[in-house]
């Protein structure tokens, strides 16, 4: 797997075509033909950026269910927003902390719901013990084989923190009337947009040793500081305009803390760990990076 970045302070650029995720692709558009629906798990803190892009176009007019995941480190004003968002567009959404297993239960009769009219059709055919299939795609590191191996109440699919670990296709039986396949994580080979990738970075979809942390942490607090700007008060005690660029609200973090090197300098790097590890761990608070859509056209 080959990672290539390129970065200033004007631009970031990630490119991720690991060819294992251009076999994936091919595996499910062959296997869509097989299942009954689509379940996409996202990431609840960023909704939009975790979204592969490709995925509306592969299944088409198949049923699909939103699984907005880790509620618990989301900001929760708008996970009910963004879950009335997709319900808008005719997706099913099931809103569930695997952590908790809160709103686990619901994903089985959510399923049943969302293909109520099949289940109808194999009744009718005298087939009511036909299993439902169901594809549960997201990108890595999204919760996805955590949250498969809750709904099925055991180990099934092996989960690691780290992304791209699920490898080949795996059929997981919830009960006599439901099969999960399980999918490799998967992302786009190229993100086009910016502030995708960044919020990927930040919540760890992608590994932090592709980037500069300081780079990193210094867009992360631009964007807190926009959106959620009492908590990063309460945690650090900043005193900075609204409007104030990245790299010195990292500064002054470090400065509040006291983590200087020779000369009074700050140690931003030391910096910019702490701030990723204390966002990560919701230590600084619950929040949603990612916009309505409608909104961001109206900002």
């Known amino acids: 797997m080959e990672w290539y970045h390129k970065m200033d302070e004007q631009n970031l650029q990630i490119q991720w075509y690991p060819g294992h995720m251009t076999k994936t692709r091919r595996m499910m558009e062959e296997t869509l033909r097989q299942v009954d629906a689509v379940c996409e798990i996202l990431d609840a803190r960023i909704p939009f950026s975790s979204r592969n892009p490709d995925l509306g176009e592969l299944c088409g007019s198949k049923p699909r269910l939103i699984v907005l995941n880790r509620i618990d480190q989301a900001d929760p004003a708008m996970v009910r927003r963004w879950a009335a968002y997709f319900r ?21 009769p959510a399923v049943r719901s969302l293909l109520a009219d099949k289940l109808q059709r194999y009744q009718d055919k005298g087939q009511a013990g036909r299993p439902l299939k169901i594809m549960v795609a997201g990108i890595p590191n999204v919760g996805k084989s955590t949250f498969i191996n809750q709904i099925a109440g055991r180990k099934s699919a092996k ?8 490898r080949g296709k795996q059929w997981i039986t919830v009960d006599a009337g439901l099969l999960l396949l399980d999918t490799p994580g998967i992302l786009w080979p190229k993100f086009e947009d910016r502030e995708v990738g960044m919020r990927l ?99």
């Open 88 to 108: 808008a567009q005719g997706l099913g959404v099931v809103e569930t902390d695997c952590k908790s297993r809160k709103g686990v239960a619901s994903f089985v």
């Open 159 to 166: 989960a690691e923190n780290r992304p791209g670990v699920t």
């Open 201 to 299: 970075a930040y919540t760890g979809a992608v590994k932090d040793d592709i980037m500069d942390l300081e780079t990193l942490s210094a867009g992360l607090l631009s964007l807190l500081w926009r959106r959620y700007p009492q908590a990063l008060q309460s945690r650090y005690r900043l005193d900075l305009p609204t409007d104030a660029p990245g790299y010195e609200l990292l500064e002054q973090v470090g400065r509040k803390r006291g983590f200087l090197i020779s000369g009074g300098e700050v140690d931003t790097e030391r910096a910019a760990r702490m701030v990723l590890e204390e966002y990560r761990s919701c230590k600084l608070g619950r929040f949603t990076l990612d916009e309505l859509p409608q909104e961001e056209e109206n900002d």
